[in-house]
T-cell receptor
Framework: KQEVTQIPAALSVPEGENLVLNCSFT??????LQWFRQDPGKGLTSLLL?????REQTSGRLNASLDKSSGRSTLYIAASQPGDSATYLC???????????FGTGTSLTVIP | KAGVTQTPRYLIKTRGQQVTLSCSPI?????VSWYQQTPGQGLQFLFE???????NKGNFPGRFSGRQFSNSRSEMNVSTLELGDSALYLC????????????FGQGTRLTVV
């Protein structure tokens, strides 16, 4: 069974700082990996989807990388803003269907 | 383009009652998955429906059931509610071909008293 771990569990940074969130998974035979953002009490917002054939994916100030062989993905957030404060989750799908294994998330607080 | 719509947003039910939650996927999406999110357990997979058929099922008791209609809308039902069923229930919509991007609704917050 796939296990997904996210480190750190919580992170607090001053506004403007660049930061990296980490995600690791035990089974490297994945098709893709997806990063989500969740605000308190709300649903998940898709940030980036990286296919297994890709090494990086970028959207605005966000950059996600994927290293299948080592079972790792990182989400890089440049020039952080208070509005980036949320919980960030990574997820990998099973090989059949659209069932996801989720990490436990990193709770990010950006201090103005 | 409308996103994933879940109704209702909030529910309060009494132990022993049953509840039905609804999810309307993005137009053209044929796969709907359901997840339960609690502070202690995180996000746990309930089941996935594709073209009106259950394709995957998580490790939940039989009190949790679901179905999907021909227009891809899905419902999940929880019977004989327990206090531990209090959670945020999220549904995810995707095209349905394996391993495509998933989009989530805002969730239904169920409180069992």
């Amino acid at each position: 069974k796939q296990e997904v771990t996210q480190i750190p569990a919580a992170l607090s940074v001053p506004e403007g700082e660049n930061l990296v969130l980490n995600c690791s998974f035990t089974d490297s035979a994945i098709y893709n990996l997806q990063w989500f953002r969740q605000d308190p009490g709300k649903g998940l917002t898709s940030l980036l989807l990286i296919q297994s054939s890709q090494r990086e994916q970028t959207s605005g100030r966000l950059n996600a990388s994927l290293d299948k062989s080592s079972g790792r993905s990182t989400l890089y957030i440049a020039a952080s803003q208070p509005g980036d404060s949320a919980t960030y989750l990574c997820a990998v799908p099973t090989n059949t269907g659209n069932q996801f294994y989720f990490g436990t998330g990193t709770s990010l607080t950006v201090i103005p | 383009k409308a996103g994933v719509t879940q109704t209702p947003r909030y529910l309060i039910k009494t132990r022993g009652q049953q509840v039905t939650l609804s999810c309307s996927p993005i137009s053209g999406h044929r796969s709907v998955s359901w997840y339960q999110q609690t502070p202690g357990q995180g996000l746990q997979f309930l089941f996935e429906y594709f073209s009106e058929t259950q394709r995957n099922k998580g490790n939940f008791p039989g009190r949790f059931s679901g179905r999907q209609f021909s227009n891809s809308r899905s419902e999940m039902n929880v019977s004989t509610l327990e206090l531990g069923d209090s959670a945020l229930y999220l549904c995810a919509s995707s095209l349905g071909t394996d391993n495509t991007e998933a989009f989530f609704g805002q969730g239904t917050r169920l409180t069992v008293v």
